[in-house]
């Protein structure tokens, strides 16, 4: 049988890791399953702020169940995380980092009990803790269950996962079950029962409003979807489609996926070995105007995308000392531009919805900075995008330019800007959302 090419063998291929990887145009991404939009996109998003939204999120995550005797110390060894303080129903933003202190990718985290943990989100950081597991040869246990889109054999997942948020979310709960949830901090979670169903509410929300997430075996997830949904009926709920779910997490200022530090370390060749070319590091395209042929441009270390809470020099782990390094050299800070409505008007134009494009910002034309993740939000009449800006150009109401375009990478010919278009834009903190940004983790 012919094992699939791996990694490493398309960046040999393909010349360079950004000759694999630049790719003009990326699709921006969205859940697969859900429907793109229920009762409109724009009416969605604001669903969440102005009432109550519901969204399925069983779909576009990967799931890895991790079980043992020495999970804890397997999780330990390789991510910055505090583990002496991490309680049982706990979760946590996952920090993994390379040896020079670099995000690996970040996931969450739940704590299930003294020795299980599910880890889920984008791939990159389960695929991190997989390999490392098989060359320690730690005596721990995996349940890998991919998103639904790459499932084999299709099926449902093994877990639901349903978010409630937003102003009505707590009245919708307290009606469901009967009275309010037992009193939880952010990012803790406690079991529940629902006509002799259990399963887990863990207080989250991705758009920085109140709510729980529900998590629980899918045997269950119709009968808590219907109960939900039926009670958002009095409470004006909004179900959230593909489309304005793929938005919400600008405001709270979540940058999602960044790009992996794993292309170009002599060390890490046996993991891009071990990796497949068919996989989220593989396949997941860079693009927009903030082109680069050194892939290592576009490598973020955990204190620029505001991780600095999670992580914890108490314990050895890979890239400790290099992180530590990084924690007093921060030179770029997470900021959420907003761009002028009208330019934004007449480039993109009101109908433009996402972008994970790298869009390279600018002061008197030179770079100081990209964005990562770019949205039309309808309820603020303009385009946001979620970024990183020198520390020097990074105060709110601070004008910048964000060039908006597609850089042909490698194989340009001629003017490779020729069809860029500069936008007026002001920058803003990060989270943008005021309630994200004072109130969201005070309990």
């Known amino acids: 049988m012919n094992m699939p090419p791996s990694l490493q063998q398309g960046i040999d291929q393909a010349g360079s890791p950004i000759k694999l990887l630049w790719k003009p145009a990326f699709p921006a991404w969205k859940p697969p399953v859900i429907p793109d939009e229920f009762v409109g996109w724009r009416e969605e998003q604001a669903a969440s702020y102005d009432g109550v939204g519901f969204s399925d ?41 390379t040896e020079d202190g670099l995000i690996v990718q970040d996931g969450i985290l739940l ?44 099926g449902p997942p093994v877990l639901f996962r349903y ?3 937003g102003p009505q979310a707590l009245a919708l709960v307290e009606q469901v079950f009967g009275g309010p949830l037992p009193e939880t901090k952010f990012f803790h979670s406690t079991l529940v029962t629902l006509d002799g169903r259990e399963f887990r509410a863990l207080r989250h929300g991705m758009a920085g409003q109140p709510g729980y997430e529900f998590i629980g075996d899918w045997k269950h997830a119709e009968y808590v979807k219907d109960a939900l949904l039926r009670a958002g009926e009095d409470h004006g709920l909004i179900q959230i489609g593909a489309l ?37 590091e593989g396949q997941r395209g860079i693009h927009g105007t903030d082109y680069s042929e050194n892939i290592e441009d576009f490598y973020v270390s955990p204190y620029e995308l505001g991780y600095g809470r999670s992580i914890s020099f108490d314990h050895d782990f890979i890239g400790r000392d290099a992180l530590q390094q990084r924690k007093d050299d921060v030179r770029r800070t997470k900021a959420t531009l907003e761009l002028d409505a009208d330019d934004a008007r007449a480039t993109v134009g009101d109908d433009f919805w996402n972008s994970y ?47 908006f375009g597609e850089h042909p990478g490698p194989a340009a010919n001629g003017d490779a800007e020729a069809g860029f278009t500069r936008l007026r834009a002001t920058v803003q903190p990060s989270p943008y959302d005021a309630f994200a940004r004072t109130e969201y983790r005070k309990d």
């Open 244 to 280: 304005a779910y793929s938005t919400n997490g600008i405001e709270s200022g979540w940058i999602p996926t960044p790009t992996p530090a794993i292309y170009t370390d002599p060390k890490l060749q046996a993991y891009r070995e071990w990796l497949p070319i068919f996989s989220f």
């Open 111 to 154: 704590r299930e009990s003294e020795n299980r943990y599910v880890l889920s989100g984008p791939p990159a950081s389960q695929n991190w803790v997989l390999w490392n597991a098989e060359q320690g040869g730690y005596d721990v246990e995996f349940v890998d269950d991919v998103d639904s889109q790459f499932r084999p054999g299709g």
């Open 57 to 97: 999120l069983s779909h576009h995550m990967r799931d890895l169940f991790i079980e043992g005797p020495d999970a804890t110390r397997l999780l330990s060894e390789v991510s910055a995380n505090n583990y002496e303080s991490f309680a049982i129903d706990q979760a946590k933003q996952f920090v993994p980092v």
């Open 357 to 403: 494009a790298r869009y390279r910002i600018e002061v008197d034309g030179e770079p100081t900075g990209m964005t990562f993740y770019t949205a039309r939000i309808a309820r603020h009449g303009t385009v946001l995008a979620l970024s990183l800006v020198d520390t020097a150009h990074a105060e709110p109401g601070t004008a910048v330019t964000l060039v």
């Open 163 to 165: 978010q409630v948020q």
